[in-house]
């Protein structure tokens, strides 16, 4: 879809987007007529996700690779160039959880979270950047969470999207002067099966789990996929470029 400014067509990439969080802002963003490349580990876990965009007449290209390796992000990002079109949206949503209270998490967990969140959202800016510079337009979103403030059980993983906040204020200042914003949403709970996984570590069916987390949420409710959706929709509108540097938690409340 040609831009109404005129610098051609409107390409985002969204890792993680084989399910969950990331499967649902893929949807929302072919929604809102951009064409979409589907990122995950697995090329073939993505062919949902692509297939529920162009059944609905959207535009979407299923993508295998890993993040954490810039060299894979820099080949996926070439095929969107090619396939796609120059990429002007980055969503990082691509995650991993290896929860353990401090005194039993082992260095290779402590990396493996930073490998994704904060490597991963490193490799895919710096591969898809020089084409939002050229266009003069572009739109980051990283995926932060309530995590952050610091949660039990997630002293990596509440690091990592700690930093990415820091991270996406930087590339907010260092971007901006380009049309680039940076913004990140930071989630509170999101019923995926990140939060099922969550649910079977503490030993609580999910159900419960749910009902248990709903009571504790101003909104009583947990969230959903479509809920995260639609605050990327927006932030990554024409009419939101002079929102940047921002992280909107998106948590049925102040916080978590
Ligand atoms: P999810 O259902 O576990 O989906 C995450 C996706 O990321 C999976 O498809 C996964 O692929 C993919 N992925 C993992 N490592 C990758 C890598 N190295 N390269 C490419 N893709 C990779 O998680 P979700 O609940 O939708 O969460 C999405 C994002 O929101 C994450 O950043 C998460 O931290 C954040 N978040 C979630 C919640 C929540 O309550 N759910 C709350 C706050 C923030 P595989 O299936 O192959 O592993």
Not at 92 to 100: C, E, K, M, V, Y
Not at 153 to 171: D, E, F, I, M, W
Request: aromatic fraction near 6%.
């Amino acid at each position: 879809m040609p831009n109404t400014d005129g610098t051609g067509s409107r390409t985002a990439i969204v890792t993680g987007a084989a399910r969950g969080i990331g499967a649902a802002i893929a949807q929302r963003l072919a929604a809102d007529g951009l064409s979409v490349a589907v990122v995950d580990l697995d090329e073939a876990a993505c062919a949902g996700t692509v297939e529920t965009i162009t059944s609905a007449g959207g535009r979407a290209l299923a993508i295998g690779a890993d993040v954490s390796d810039a060299t894979s992000v820099d080949t996926a990002v070439e095929r969107v160039v090619d396939e796609l079109g120059a990429p002007t949206v980055v969503v990082n949503n691509a995650g991993i959880l290896r929860d353990n209270l401090l005194f039993k998490m082992s260095v290779d967990d402590w990396d493996a979270v930073m490998a994704v969140h904060l490597r991963g959202a490193f490799n895919t800016v710096k591969a898809a950047q020089k084409h939002m510079v050229e266009a003069k337009f572009g739109r980051i979103i990283n995926l932060s969470s309530t995590s952050a403030l610091g949660n039990r059980g997630q002293v990596n993983y509440s690091a990592a999207k700690a930093g990415l906040q820091g991270y996406t204020k930087t590339l907010a200042i260092e971007l901006g002067k380009f049309g680039v914003t940076a913004n990140a949403i930071a989630p509170g709970f999101i019923q995926t099966d990140m939060t099922a996984a969550t649910a079977e570590r503490v030993g609580v069916p999910f159900d419960d789990f749910i009902k248990y987390s709903a009571e504790q949420i101003p909104v009583q409710r947990v969230g959903q996929p479509e809920d995260i959706a639609h605050t990327a929709s927006f932030l990554i509108s024409e009419g939101a470029g002079f929102v940047s540097g921002q992280v909107i938690y998106v948590a049925g409340g102040p916080k978590d």
